[in-house]
């Protein structure tokens, strides 16, 4: 968010840059009033959105207080301290979008660089509805539970970026102000949004050995190559997890399955879980659904799969099949996904759980 540090400025360049809008500001409007309309100095064009005040540890000098008015009112959300200008984005000559949860209502606004273009999308993006209908808890928004369980309240969202799928928004970065009700005390609430996804744990028995199939993916975010389980983004909200999977499958293995030969590991979760795993909750929604497939192959599959670059290149996938066997999966691969379904399949296994694996699989891509 683009902020003006008040400690930086002299009141000359503020009044230059500024005009009569942080006048206007300090002498008039506090937090939540409407947004300052009919800008005339063109510094200001890229401006021309919502500002309000927010708490910073910044130190105003005297000199700047009588440009600002000795008794300007300025208002905080939290704590004592002094504030700074901050550029919220919503409708450029409008208010910010409110919306309703559970009841109450909060804002929405966009930081410098999004536009309302982009700001409409992201509210309305399945990653962004799915988080928002998350929220919405029985007992209230992110209620503990039990009957002493602390309340919170959703006041605002920030839209700090949107990334784009071609048609579709694919990712959504935004911060989420969320309060404690009681103490008042603000939950750490930086989001990256990027909605479900599906894993398969795929064992493949051949002559008495268990194998399981791991692809090498370069991953930019950790600088560096990973194994790890096939997996994909749902491309929508239609929550085909298994058929998304066995699509999957067949881009980065080159084995064609059937969508009734897969497991639903997740499923076996307790209901309060929503039989999902979440890798990373402190920081992404991402949640994912293990699936199972196991098949019967002979010796030539296990060779032919080993080593073979597969995935959509043009979609920037750089993958290389790996059949390692079961036993050392533990120790082979850094990948949650891979460490957790083997723990769900493995006490599947010990409560007898699973049905018989089916026959050989279909190679398509070989």
Same mark, same amino acid.
């Given at each position: 968010m683009r902020g003006l540090?008040? *400690?930086?400025? !002299?009141?000359?360049? /503020?009044? @230059?840059?500024?005009?009569?809008v942080l006048l206007l500001v300090a002498l008039k409007r506090n937090a939540r009033s409407p947004p300052v309309k009919n800008f005339h100095s063109a510094p200001l064009q890229s401006l021309n959105r919502r500002i309000t005040w927010s708490t910073t540890d910044c130190k105003v000098p005297e000199s700047y207080k009588g440009?600002?008015?000795?008794?300007?009112?300025?208002?905080?959300?939290?704590?004592?301290?002094?504030?700074?200008?901050?550029?919220?984005g919503g409708d450029a000559m409008g208010p910010p979008l409110s919306l309703s949860i559970n009841g109450g209502s909060f804002e929405v606004?966009?930081? *410098?660089?999004? !536009?309302?273009?982009? /700001?409409? @999308?992201a509210i309305e993006s399945v990653p962004f509805q799915r988080w928002l209908e998350n929220m919405k808890g029985p007992k209230g928004i992110l209620t503990l539970g039990g009957s002493g369980g602390a309340r919170c309240s959703l006041r605002h969202v920030v839209i700090q970026s949107v990334d784009m799928f071609g048609q579709r928004v694919g990712f959504v970065k935004f911060k989420a102000e969320v309060f404690d009700?009681?103490?008042?005390?603000?939950?750490?609430?930086?989001?990256?949004?990027?909605g479900g996804a599906v894993a398969i744990l795929m064992l493949l028995e051949c002559e008495g050995q268990k194998y399981a199939v791991l692809t090498e993916q370069a991953r930019v975010p950790v600088g560096r190559t990973i194994l790890e389980l096939p997996a994909g983004m749902l491309d929508d909200d239609d929550g085909d997890f298994v058929g998304t999977a066995a699509r999957e499958v067949e881009e980065e293995t080159g084995i064609h399955i059937k969508t009734s030969e897969l497991v639903d590991l997740t499923a076996l979760l307790d209901e309060s879980t929503g039989c999902r795993i979440f890798p990373s909750p402190g920081g992404s929604d991402e949640e994912i659904t293990l699936l199972l497939y196991r098949g019967y192959v002979k010796q030539?599959?296990?060779?032919s799969l080993q080593g073979q670059e597969t995935?959509?290149?043009?979609?920037?996938?750089?993958?290389?099949?790996?059949?390692?066997?079961?036993n050392t999966l533990w120790r082979s691969s850094p990948d949650a996904k891979a460490l957790a379904a083997i723990a769900l399949y493995e006490m599947a296994?010990?409560?007898?759980?699973?049905?018989?694996?089916?026959?050989a699989p279909e190679l398509s891509a070989l």
């Open positions: 540090s008040c *400690s930086s400025l !002299s009141p000359l360049i /503020l009044q @230059k840059e500024l005009g009569s440009f600002w008015g000795a008794q300007a009112h300025m208002s905080s959300m939290a704590g004592e301290g002094m504030q700074k200008a901050v550029v919220r606004v966009a930081e *410098s660089g999004v !536009s309302d273009t982009d /700001l409409r @999308k009700d009681l103490t008042g005390a603000k939950l750490p609430g930086i989001v990256f949004a990027r030539e599959v296990i060779s995935g959509l290149r043009d979609h920037g996938e750089l993958i290389k099949v790996h059949v390692v066997p079961y296994l010990k409560l007898n759980l699973l049905p018989l694996p089916p026959n």
